[in-house]
C-alpha cells in the first residue's frame, strides 16, 4: 500500500489534515503542544523528500470566523518545531495563487477549515423553532455547498495525507470525503500509520492472554466496546462507576453510588456472554468509599455490594488493585481505557494510577500495552510512563469507535 516512505514527493505538493487542535490560553499561548509535536514527523518527511506542504486542521468548535479560533496563534510552534518558515491563508477557500505557488520545501497553512460550515457538513444557526422539514433543507444545502468545498481543497494540492487521528471517525470534508480526488495518490501519515498498527496489535491477532480494562463512569457509553472486545479478549477488568451497575445488579447494596438502573438488564446480559465465551470477568469487588463526593470526604474500605446508605464507591481499594495486577502481570496483551475511580480527586486517583504503574511493569516484561482515553492516559502521563507503555493514544473518540469495531470513515476514505 502507497505510504509516506514509498511515495515519490519530488516537485508535488501534498495536502495534510493534521490535527493542530491544541489547547490554548487566555493569551493564545499553547498550553499543550503534543498534537503539533505528534504531526511533525510527517510533516518533516514530505519536505525532506522533496514535496511541498498544504497544511490543514480545526481548531476548537467555532460557529463561523472568530480570532478566537485563528490557526494564525500556533504558527510560532509549528515553525519551532518543523524548523520551516510558515505561509498562512486566512481564507481556506481562497488560497488557490498562494498553493500553486510553492515551491518545494515550502508551506502553507490554511485557516481553521471550521469557520466554514461545510468542513463538518452540518447546518449551522438554525433558529431553535426550526421544523424537521426545514432543519432537512437546510441539511441538503450546506451538503451541496461542501460538494464545491471538498474541490476546492482538493485542486490545491497534488497529494492527500490524511494524519489527524482525532477526527477519523468523522467523515468531514477533509477527513473523508477529500479522499476521493486522489485516487492513486493518498495515504496516512505517521500519527495514523501508529494508531492503526497499535489498535490492530491488539484487536488483529494479538498475544495471550490478551486482558481489557475499563473503567469509565457509565456502562452505557462504553457498552459498544464491552460488546466487542468481549468476542475477542481473555479477560476483562471493569472498574470505576460502571462497577455499581453490576453490583446492584447481582443484588448488592450500593449506597449513592453512580448507577444507571437502566442498565441493570444490560449488565446481567454482558455477564452472561462473558460466561458464554468463557472471558473471565473482574470487577473491583473491594473498593473505597467515600461519605461525600469530595476529595476530603471520610473514606472507608468495603464490598462493592455493601455499601452503606450515604456512601458511595469512588476508587478501587488496594485489594482489588492487587487481583487485577495479578491477571494483567500474566497478560500478554493489554488494552486500558478509562479510569478505575474519580480520577480528578487526588484521594480517588490512587487505584487509577496503581493501574498506570502496573502497565508500567507489564510493560517491562515484554507484554504489548496500549493505553487510550483522556483519563487513562493523563494518568501514565502524570505518572511519567507515557514512554513506559508501548502506543499511548492520541484519538479519544476515534479510539472508542475503532474499539468497537466501527470502520472510521477517516481509515476506509484511503483504504477503499
Ligand atoms: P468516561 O468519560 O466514561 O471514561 O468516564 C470518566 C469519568 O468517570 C471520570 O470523570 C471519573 O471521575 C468518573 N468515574 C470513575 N469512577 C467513578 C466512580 N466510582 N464514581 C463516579 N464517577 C467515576
Redesign the pocket.
Known amino acids: 500500500m502507497q505510504n509516506i516512505s514509498n511515495y515519490d514527493f519530488a516537485g508535488k505538493k501534498a495536502i495534510v489534515r493534521v490535527d493542530f487542535n491544541v489547547p490554548l490560553d487566555g493569551d493564545f499561548k499553547i498550553t499543550d503542544d503534543t498534537r503539533i509535536r505528534a504531526a511533525i514527523p510527517t510533516l518533516k518527511k514530505v519536505l525532506e523528500k522533496g514535496g511541498s506542504l498544504i497544511i490543514m486542521s480545526h481548531l476548537g468548535r467555532p460557529k463561523g470566523p472568530a480570532d478566537k479560533f485563528s490557526l494564525k496563534h500556533i504558527i510560532y510552534r509549528v515553525e519551532e518545531l518543523l524548523g520551516a518558515k510558515l505561509q498562512f491563508c486566512e481564507d481556506c477557500m481562497k488560497a488557490d495563487a498562494q498553493a500553486a505557488a510553492l515551491k518545494p520545501g515550502e508551506v502553507l497553512l490554511l485557516e481553521n477549515l471550521r469557520f466554514y460550515a461545510e468542513e463538518e457538513g452540518k447546518p449551522r444557526g438554525l433558529a431553535e423553532d426550526a421544523t424537521d422539514e426545514m432543519k432537512k433543507a437546510a441539511k441538503a444545502e450546506v451538503k451541496e455547498k461542501q460538494k464545491d468545498f471538498v474541490k476546492k481543497l482538493a485542486s490545491y494540492a497534488d497529494c492527500y495525507i490524511n494524519d489527524a487521528f482525532g477526527t477519523a471517525h468523522r467523515a468531514h470534508a477533509s477527513t473523508a470525503l477529500i479522499a476521493k480526488y486522489f485516487p492513486n495518490d493518498k495515504m496516512f501519515g505517521y500519527v495514523m500509520e501508529g494508531e492503526i498498527k497499535a489498535i490492530d496489535t491488539v484487536l488483529g491477532s494479538p498475544e495471550r492472554p490478551l486482558t481489557a480494562i475499563l ?4 456502562v452505557s ?2 457498552i459498544g466496546i464491552i460488546e466487542h472486545l468481549l468476542g475477542l479478549v481473555d479477560n476483562m477488568i471493569i472498574g ?2 460502571m ?2 451497575t453490576f453490583a446492584k445488579a447481582k443484588g448488592g447494596k450500593i449506597g449513592n ?2 448507577c444507571e438502573d437502566d442498565q441493570i438488564q444490560l449488565a446481567l446480559d454482558i455477564m452472561k456472554k462473558a460466561e458464554e465465551k468463557c472471558v473471565k470477568l473482574y470487577f473491583s469487588d473491594e473498593v473505597v468509599a467515600a461519605d461525600a463526593f469530595d476529595n476530603n470526604a471520610n473514606t472507608m474500605l468495603c464490598r462493592a455490594t455493601e455499601i452503606p446508605d450515604g456512601w ?4 478501587a481499594a488496594p485489594a482489588s488493585v492487587e487481583i487485577f495486577k495479578d491477571v494483567l502481570m500474566k497478560s500478554k496483551t493489554i488494552l486500558w ?8 480527586m487526588p484521594n480517588f486517583a490512587k487505584g487509577t494510577n496503581a493501574i498506570a504503574g502496573i502497565l508500567k511493569e507489564a510493560t517491562e516484561k515484554g507484554a504489548f500495552t496500549l493505553v487510550g ?3 487513562s492516559v493523563a494518568a501514565v502521563t502524570q505518572m511519567g510512563y507515557a514512554d513506559k507503555v508501548s502506543y499511548v493514544s492520541t484519538g479519544g473518540g476515534a479510539m472508542l469507535e475503532y474499539l468497537e469495531g466501527i470502520e472510521l470513515p477517516g481509515i476506509k476514505a484511503i483504504r477503499e
Open positions: 473503567g469509565g463512569s457509565k457509553s462504553k470505576g462507576g462497577v455499581y453510588s453512580l458511595e464507591g469512588v476508587d481505557n478509562g479510569p478505575v475511580g474519580v480520577f480528578e482515553g483522556g483519563d
